[in-house]
């Protein structure tokens, strides 16, 4: 490798990282799979009788690819089979070509201007057919079966920009007062009696969860997809039905509550150890 390249290569992938939104791991494997075509002096060769058109050797095929430049631009385009550049606009081959010819930050800073967006369906349209959406016969599938496949960039794109659904135990507790529209405690599934009307006994433990319930329909328990207020009677038994870990004493009382409780609230809070 010519003695610095490596050391060129990590500087300008910290001018590019901060301003596109390409997953960084797969940013680096783009930076480094450059950095190894760079190793060789063969592996970047002019197309005879152009000027603008070279072939830029593949690490993971034996077929180099074809890459048209723009000197004084730096417009860099590398053909359509190259996966990499139809879904970032950047490859391993623009990269290596633009730093042989030592234009790479020139190359980068044109790149930064075109504030170009990676999107999972930019990513997944990449090499299918026109007559995607239907369904493929067997020959197709014989015919074309790489380009069926998935790439695995695309599945750790989709790894990194999936929302994971919270735990659930994770969600605390919190005391709040009965409301007429409370009818259920959620942990034992009885209904709240005459008592839990009145003063001190008014009091309950609020959570949001993704409630379970039966559809009209199919008759088949469903969980409810946004988190829900559920309520539960002011005991250890009912909140560990859904929190084996519950204890009072991770129970939060906000101010508005705090500021309502009256001596006999006080005295009942106070017998079950929750701190106010």
């Known amino acids: 490798m010519i003695p610095g390249r490596r050391k060129t290569y990590c500087q300008c992938q910290h001018l590019i990282v901060i301003s596109t939104n390409i997953p960084y791991r797969i940013l680096v494997d783009i930076f480094n799979d450059a950095s190894q075509i760079s190793t060789k002096k063969g592996n970047i060769i002019q197309s005879p009788g152009c000027t603008d058109i070279f072939y830029v050797a593949d690490n993971k095929s034996k077929k180099a690819k074809e890459v048209a ?24 081959h623009t990269l290596a070509l633009a730093e042989s010819r030592g234009g ?36 197709t599938l014989k015919r074309k079966g790489s380009a069926n496949k998935q790439s695995l960039e695309v599945n750790e794109y989709r790894q990194d920009t999936e929302v994971q659904r919270p735990d659930l135990n994770k969600q605390p ?10 009818r259920k405690c959620y942990g034992c599934g009885q209904s709240f009696s005459d008592k839990h009307r009145n003063v001190p006994n008014d009091l ?14 199919s008759k088949i328990l469903k969980q409810s997809v946004s988190l829900q207020n559920t309520y539960f009677h002011l005991n250890v038994d009912c909140a560990r039905k859904k929190d084996p870990q519950f204890e009072f004493q991770d129970v ?12 006999e609230h006080l005295l009942l809070l106070e017998s079950l150890e929750i701190q106010r």
């Not at 430049?69 to 970032?88: D, L």
């Not at 507790?173 to 007429?180: P, R, S």
């Open 204 to 217: 309950v433990l609020k959570r949001y969860d993704h409630r379970m319930y039966l559809s009209p329909r």
């Open 69 to 92: 430049v723009n000197f004084k631009s730096w417009n860099i385009k590398c053909e359509k089979v190259c996966f990499r550049f139809n879904a970032y606009s950047i490859c391993e």
């Open 252 to 263: 939060l009382i906000h101010n508005e509550i705090k500021q309502s409780l009256s001596d």
């Open 104 to 139: 790479l930050r020139d190359y980068l800073a044109k790149y930064k201007l075109k504030k170009n967006r990676v999107t999972v369906t930019k990513i997944s349209n990449f090499g299918l057919s026109k007559t995607r959406g239907k369904k493929a016969s067997s020959a």
């Open 173 to 182: 507790f919190h005391l709040t007062f009965i409301a007429g529209i409370i």
